[in-house]
T-cell receptor
Framework: GNSVTQMEGPVTLSEEAFLTINCTYT??????LFWYVQYPGEGLQLLLK?????DKGSNKGFEATYRKETTSFHLEKGSVQVSDSAVYFC????????????FGTGTRLTIIP | SQTIHQWPATLVQPVGSPLSLECTVE??????LYWYRQAAGRGLQLLFY??????ISSEVPQNLSASRPQDRQFILSSKKLLLSDSGFYLC?????????????FGPGTRLTVL
């Protein structure tokens, strides 16, 4: 079956620190990979995505590279801000048509000034 | 532009009571629709998805059900709530087209069953 394993939180960093949130996956097909973000009190928003090996998704200073050889899609940001405090979900999709997403458990990130 | 609405935003219900959560999408036609649940300390779990009116697929066995009476309306229901039904319920939609693989989420409903 399909599954996503991501770094357990919570993660607490100081402002301007470097961020890495690990995500690895198992999939029966060739998945598309996503990072979603959930800010406090809000629903999920797509942060970035990659649809094939070696693609790099990027948005708002965040990046993630689709690594097929290591089945990973780690989220990185060079310098985090307080406003990045949120829960981050890694997800994959393998079926075209109904577009079901399989999510990881989420990683809560807190940035302190 | 497309928008997705969910209501209510929060709900506190006693065990054994019925449930009805509503989700509507504006600005698009024939979307795929999804219900997810986020239980405390756990990730998102897909509960139901729908590719058209009256077409519902269930991902996990449970005491919840879903219906799609109109193209852009998706309802999550229960006849008798359990304590384990507490959680944050998210509705999402996506475009029905190959390569259009982004899902857009609503603001969610936080359900507490006491």
């Amino acid at each position: 079956g399909n599954s996503v394993t991501q770094m357990e939180g919570p993660v607490t960093l100081s402002e301007e620190a470097f961020l890495t949130i690990n995500c690895t996956y198992t999939a029966t097909g060739y998945p598309s990979l996503f990072w979603y973000v959930q800010y406090p009190g809000e629903g999920l928003q797509l942060l970035l995505k990659a649809t094939k090996a070696d693609d790099k998704g990027s948005n708002k200073g965040f990046e993630a590279t689709y690594r097929k050889e290591t089945t990973s899609f780690h989220l990185e940001k060079g310098s985090v801000q307080v406003s990045d405090s949120a829960v981050y979900f890694c997800a994959l999709r393998v079926e075209i048509g109904n577009e079901k997403l399989t999510f990881g458990t989420g990683t809560r990130l807190t940035i302190i000034p | 532009s497309q928008t997705i609405h969910q209501w209510p935003a929060t709900l506190v219900q006693p065990v054994g009571s019925p449930l009805s959560l509503e989700c509507t999408v504006e600005g698009t036609s024939n979307p795929n629709l999804y219900w997810y649940r986020q239980a405390a300390g756990r990730g998102l779990q897909l509960l139901f998805y729908s590719v058209g009116i009256g077409q519902i697929s269930s991902e996990v066995p449970q005491n919840l059900s879903a219906s799609r009476p109109q193209d852009r309306q998706f309802i999550l229901s229960s006849k008798k709530l359990l304590l384990s039904d507490s959680g944050f319920y998210l509705c999402a939609w996506s475009v029905q087209a190959t390569g259009r693989d982004t899902q857009y989420f609503g603001p969610g409903t936080r359900l507490t069953v006491l």
